[in-house]
């Protein structure tokens, strides 16, 4: 069982920080708590932390000066003012528990995050179901290339900063608002960003109600100077914003009633162009540089928020030109051992592997290959139906299916990998399930060949299939 969030505010976790030098922070080998350690680092505190295991990630901070341990002790905190922990660790985690003994400040990763972006003047708030990491990643570069030097914190690799974070400037705070567990609600933005809401993470939400209220709570965080940068073409988003108090900005792809509109929509080869138009005025010709319908909301989203803090259109053009994507977002992987070409993808929700199928369909391969590892019991089990009819696509030609990726769940759904396998098999297109990552690696390199799409996808450890391809 995940840990909860606390919620302290900035007023009091930097109350609690006054005489203290000596951090420690409980998986600091996570995409968000890493980026946190550095810039703690870099104020000056003396920062080290526990992760399960070595990565490309801890040995950065290593290198930084930071002490990083690989096994628990409870030692590690001796000296520390405060513990930061990832909701992802056990509440018997060693450190931890030993600092609850102590009665040593502990403090969530998101309430932690929302101390730090609460000493920047700008602070943007890229939420949503879907299109969080690819919108973070285009509005971090936007700014970036118009010289603002924004710091910011993504939940994926920026692929032009080589990084989960950046640290820049203490005007701008570009961050990934995540919606798990209400995390997003520690957070302080002035601009808050919405880009759809739907059914997810049903072991935390259990109603779309409770979703759609979680985000007007969002939003109300920016306060009546705020501004709320919302999708017009999702009812459950609008529906989210009645009643907020601050300025409400629209934008929708095809929608000339919104604010910002992507009109005059082209493909090719799965890539979009479109005209960027404000206020029902053509500002620039946008042309993108990465594939599927997906990107052009996400993309039009981080152009609003550029645009709304002056960026000149002509710069949000030249910087979404040259914008490569987000890691694990139809990423290039190289090829494989029988020339088919290796994409991963992150996509772990229905409404993420239709629109990721669609753009593998696009992309002009001779066949597509799509394996998939579902990621936990729950979300299986409740969107199964859901699951089965955005696998069962008609532009692929098989899937292969990996067993379910637990997380922090036990089976306690009797749902299994097998059974997604046999409805869409019946839905009419092919699919079968494989066990083990070397089996699926080896069946791939047999059937596929030079000018195939091979497509790992997923939100667990099915990026080790890559490993046994290659």
């Given at each position: 069982m995940a840990l909860e969030n606390t919620h302290y505010g900035a007023a009091e976790i930097a109350r609690m920080l006054e005489g203290t030098n000596k951090l420690f922070f409980a998986g600091i080998g996570g995409v968000s708590m890493c980026s946190l350690a550095r810039i703690s680092h870099l104020r000056g505190y003396e920062v080290?932390?526990?992760?399960?295991?070595?990565?490309?990630?801890?040995?950065?901070?290593?290198?930084?000066?930071?002490?990083?341990?690989?096994?628990?002790?409870?030692?590690?905190?001796?000296?520390?003012?405060?513990?930061?922990?990832?909701?992802?660790?056990?509440?018997?985690?060693?450190?931890?528990?030993?600092a609850i003994k102590r009665g040593i400040p502990c403090v969530s990763r998101a309430d932690y995050l929302g101390y730090i972006m609460s000493g920047y003047?700008?602070?943007?708030?890229?939420?949503?179901?879907?299109?969080?990491?690819?919108?973070?990643?285009?509005?971090?570069?936007?700014?970036?290339?118009?010289?603002?030097?924004?710091?910011?914190?993504?939940?994926?690799?920026?692929?032009?900063?080589?990084?989960?974070?950046?640290?820049?400037?203490?005007?701008?705070?570009?961050?990934?608002?995540?919606?798990?567990?209400?995390?997003?609600?520690?957070?302080?933005?002035?601009?808050?960003?919405?880009?759809?809401?739907?059914?997810?993470?049903?072991?935390?939400?259990?109603?779309?109600?409770?979703?759609?209220?979680?985000?007007?709570?969002?939003?109300?965080?920016?306060?009546?100077?705020?501004?709320?940068?919302?999708?017009?073409?999702?009812?459950?988003?609008?529906?989210?914003?009645?009643?907020?108090t601050g300025r409400l900005v629209t934008f929708g792809v095809e929608a000339d009633e919104a604010d910002y509109c992507a009109a005059n929509l082209v493909y090719e080869r799965g890539c979009a162009e479109y005209d960027f138009v404000a206020g029902g005025e053509k500002l620039i010709r946008i042309k993108l540089n990465v594939p599927g319908a997906h990107c052009v909301c996400d993309s039009l989203a981080a152009a609003a928020a550029a645009h709304l803090q002056g960026v000149a259109p002509e710069v949000i053009r030249d910087s979404l030109a040259t914008f490569e994507g987000a890691g694990r977002r139809m990423d290039p992987m190289g090829d494989a051992r029988c020339g088919g070409a290796i994409y991963s993808d992150y996509a772990h929700h229905p409404t993420e592997i239709a629109t990721t199928l669609d753009a593998a369909s696009q992309m002009n391969f001779g066949h597509v290959y799509c394996v998939f590892q579902p990621h936990t019991y729950s979300r299986t089990a409740e969107l199964f139906d859901d699951f089965a009819d955005s696998l069962a696509h008609k532009g692929i030609d098989e899937i292969i299916l990996a067993p379910i990726y637990s997380a922090r769940e036990t089976n306690?759904?009797?749902?299994?990998?097998?059974?997604?396998?046999?409805?869409?098999?019946?839905?009419?297109?092919?699919?079968?399930?494989?066990?083990?990552?070397?089996?699926?690696?080896?069946?791939?390199?047999?059937v596929g060949k030079d000018g195939d799409m091979l497509l790992i996808m997923g939100a667990g450890d099915i990026t080790k299939v890559i490993n046994h391809l290659q």
């Open positions: 080290s932390g526990y992760d399960r295991s070595s990565s490309a990630i801890t040995a950065a901070l290593e290198k930084m000066g930071i002490d990083v341990y690989y096994e628990n002790d409870a030692s590690h905190i001796d000296g520390c003012g405060m513990v930061i922990y990832t909701v992802a660790i056990p509440a018997d985690t060693p450190e931890y528990a030993e003047n700008c602070r943007i708030g890229l939420s949503g179901m879907h299109g969080k990491t690819t919108t973070t990643s285009m509005t971090a570069k936007i700014f970036t290339d118009a010289g603002l030097d924004p710091t910011a914190s993504c939940g994926g690799v920026m692929k032009d900063v080589g990084s989960e974070y950046r640290i820049g400037g203490e005007n701008y705070f570009v961050f990934e608002a995540c919606e798990y567990m209400d995390s997003f609600l520690d957070f302080y933005p002035t601009v808050a960003v919405v880009l759809n809401i739907e059914m997810d993470h049903v072991d935390y939400f259990h109603s779309m109600e409770q979703i759609r209220n979680s985000y007007a709570a969002f939003m109300a965080k920016t306060g009546e100077n705020g501004i709320a940068l919302v999708n017009y073409c999702d009812d459950d988003v609008m529906k989210a914003a009645e009643g907020y306690t759904y009797n749902v299994a990998s097998e059974d997604l396998c046999n409805a869409i098999n019946e839905r009419g297109v092919k699919c079968r399930f494989i066990g083990q990552f070397e089996d699926i690696a080896d069946y791939l390199n047999k």
